[in-house]
């Protein structure tokens, strides 16, 4: 078997066992969110343990949980037993991986668990096992077989688990009613934190070089703004000073080859009504999925009034650092 046709049989068989642990899925799995989100209305914490690979995944799906917003944190199953015990409070939740089930330091473990008031979730490929009876909820992350050839090496079962405790985490999020403004309090750094923490308003040109023109003057009086304010597009305004569309210079290439005397057309006549806009207090998150989705290269802000106030230009996003 050449290397790509061994990787394509990985694949299928861990995507044959994310099928059959999600075929798994059952009350359990509600009652296992449940029993989460109040833990963490009561301010308790998810503590994860693990042995081996399935410690592994624990700490990747501790940092899922944490940076949406689920306070997890990662107890050495080994250490636990030597004083590292003192994480674990009155209240907590224990989420306990082990595939086999009869991880002899984590059954260990039970017992000095068991004197706090705390409640146990365990992902476990044995529904029957000593750490699945030890649990108030046992979830099955059971899979036909693993994606090593003699069926030993960890591969599906941890994939398993890895998917699982993502459903977990993201439906705890969902139920708990996280945002988007709340992601961004876990991100502050880098180009997620910058999108999601700057309002249109912070990223925006304004003053001279935002340029908006009335509806009533000539499309030649209306490229001069545009060059004035060195911008590829310009917002008209109506007599109220509300914005009625806009005029690009797109826009004057395409109606040149149509039209002789448009340099000296009104803008209201070859200007495009109800332009895409975006409000100065949006998120700047808001701005990008609008440039993603509508294929634009400029942007008009507008306030509260439906005032052009501001342009949002393409190329100014790599400068800010928040593509």
Do not use: W
């Not at 044959?16 to 449940?34: E, I, M, N, T, Y």
């Not at 301010?43 to 689920?70: D, E, F, H, Q």
């Not at 077989?145 to 591969?155: G, I, Q, V, Y």
Request: hydrophobic share 45%.
């Amino acid at each position: 078997m050449t290397p790509i046709a061994q990787a394509r049989k990985v694949f299928d068989i861990e995507l044959a066992a994310l099928k059959a642990v999600r075929a798994q899925l059952d009350s359990s799995f509600d009652a296992a969110v449940g029993t989460v989100v109040e833990t963490l209305k009561r301010r308790g914490k998810i503590v994860i343990i693990g042995i081996g690979k399935s410690g592994n995944v624990g700490a990747k799906i501790a940092a899922t949980l944490t940076s949406t917003g689920s306070t997890a944190v990662v107890l050495n199953s080994v250490d636990a037993l030597h004083g590292d015990l003192g994480i674990i409070n009155d209240g907590d939740v224990i989420l306990a991986l082990s595939y086999s089930g009869e991880s002899e330091e984590l059954l260990n473990l039970l017992p000095a668990l068991k004197r706090f008031s705390i409640k146990i979730i365990s992902f476990t490929g044995n529904l029957k096992s000593s750490l699945a009876k030890h649990s108030e909820l046992a979830l099955s992350v059971r899979v036909p077989k693993e994606a090593c050839p003699f069926n030993l090496a960890p591969t599906s079962s941890t994939t398993a688990m890895l998917v699982l405790g993502d459903a977990l985490a993201m439906s705890v999020l969902a139920t708990r009613g996280f945002t988007q403004k709340d992601f961004a309090k876990y991100h502050p750094s880098g180009a997620i934190g910058r999108a999601m923490l700057l309002k249109v308003g912070d990223i925006m040109r304004t003053g001279e070089r935002n340029a908006v023109a009335p509806e009533n003057i000539s499309v030649k009086e209306a490229l001069l703004v545009m060059t004035h304010a060195k911008s590829g597009s310009l917002a008209v305004v109506d007599a109220r000073g509300k914005l009625a569309g806009v005029f690009t210079d797109g826009d004057f290439r395409r109606r040149m080859a149509d039209d002789d005397n448009l340099l000296s057309q009104p803008l209201k006549k070859v200007m495009t009504r109800h332009p895409i806009c975006v409000r100065d207090d949006a998120l700047a998150v808001e701005a990008l999925k609008i440039f993603n989705e509508r294929n634009i290269d400029d942007l008009i802000v507008v306030n509260a009034k439906r005032e052009p106030v501001g342009l949002v230009d393409s190329q100014d996003l790599p400068k800010l650092k928040i593509m």
